[in-house]
């Protein structure tokens, strides 16, 4: 489990996350409220927008802005004696964060799209600004990744799934440059949009429920998806490390090693098959050799480390013979 200096009850913990900063937790709850009037305006809302209900980007982006925020806080809970640092970083977080969210729900008020959108001096001028936003918060993100990374830490399992998770996160969020190339088809019929999801057709097509994801082309949101949330899936991955109590830490670092390579592998994979425009429930024999070479290698990795520390486990029980 983890260190008995975390908080114990979900009371304690939000006391915990105020105490850190409350403007971005406060922030990240008045984002997580509001998507109660996004799921609303999918049905209240006819409009449509590149195949999918208006309000639903801004649903998924308050959902998603909501757990980034909440982990966020919860990572800079552990930075001691950093206070300006870490409220510096945080206050950028949520700026930037909130600049994005505005331009996401003006132009959806708008009925158009906010994403690559440069059709009108206004629309470049909303894009430019999402686009700046975004290098901004990838550098905070990239300060608080270091803040941890020099930070001392109880438990080292603890320590490097909150540093891997945060670094792996920078993966994510860098691969969203992918999508702001213009295609050859936009090059070469410029209407107004520079940037795609979707590779090898246009955006719009058929896609998978609620994400969207294209289910007849490329999709680059699958890899930007997958690296966002290594934020999360590392540390409950540190955590479940935690609770196996026949584990030493060396063979619970080392695990967790393998699942951070792992995790990075499936971000390259998905990427990959998306630039080779393949949908991502649609894989090749080439992506499942891939997909079969990771999760082989991460196996014998896994096995090799728990069946090391069983054979130590045995010879420190054997006793010599006087």
């Known amino acids: 489990m983890f260190p008995k200096s ?16 409350p403007p971005l937790l406060l922030s990240a709850i008045v984002t997580a ?32 802005v909501s757990i980034y925020s909440v982990t966020l806080v919860w990572m800079l809970g552990f930075v001691r004696g950093r206070g300006r640092l870490v409220g510096a970083l945080a206050w950028t977080v949520l ?8 331009v996401i729900i003006t132009q959806a008020a708008l009925g158009t799209t906010s994403h690559f959108n440069v059709a009108t001096p206004f629309d470049s001028a909303l894009w430019s600004l999402m ?11 990239l300060g608080i990744a270091l803040l941890v990374l020099r930070q001392p830490f109880a438990s080292p399992v603890l320590a490097w799934s909150l540093r891997l998770g945060l670094f792996l996160t920078l993966v994510g969020m860098a691969e969203g440059v992918l999508m702001t190339l213009p295609t050859a088809q936009q090059l070469a ?19 998978l429920p609620v994400l969207g994801w294209s289910t007849a082309g490329g999709d680059l949101r699958v890899g930007h998806f997958v690296g966002l949330h290594a934020l999360q899936v590392l540390p409950l991955l540190g955590a479940l490390l935690l609770r196996l109590p026949r584990l030493d830490d060396r063979q619970r670092l080392r ?48 096995a090799s480390i728990l069946l090391g520390g069983f054979g130590r486990g045995r010879s420190a029980r054997v006793r010599p013979i006087p």
């Open 131 to 141: 686009g700046g936003s975004i290098t901004v918060l990838w550098l905070a993100h």
């Open 255 to 302: 695990l967790l090693g393998t699942g951070a390579g792992l995790y990075l592998g499936l971000i390259g994979l998905v990427t990959w098959q998306a630039l080779r425009g393949q949908p991502l429930l649609a894989p090749d024999g080439l992506t499942l050799a891939a997909l079969a070479g990771l999760l082989g290698t991460a196996g014998l990795s896994t």
């Open 95 to 102: 700026i930037t964060l909130a600049l994005e969210w505005l």
């Open 33 to 64: 409220g509001m998507s109660v009037f996004f799921l609303a305006g999918i049905f209240l809302d006819p409009r449509y927008v590149t195949g999918a209900p208006v309000w639903l980007k801004p649903l998924k982006f308050a959902v998603s």
């Open 189 to 207: 019929n410029f209407r107004g949009i520079a940037g795609a999801h979707t590779v090898g057709l246009p955006d719009g097509g058929p896609g």
């Open 6 to 21: 975390l908080p114990s009850s979900p009371v304690r913990h939000l006391h915990a996350l105020w105490e850190t900063h």
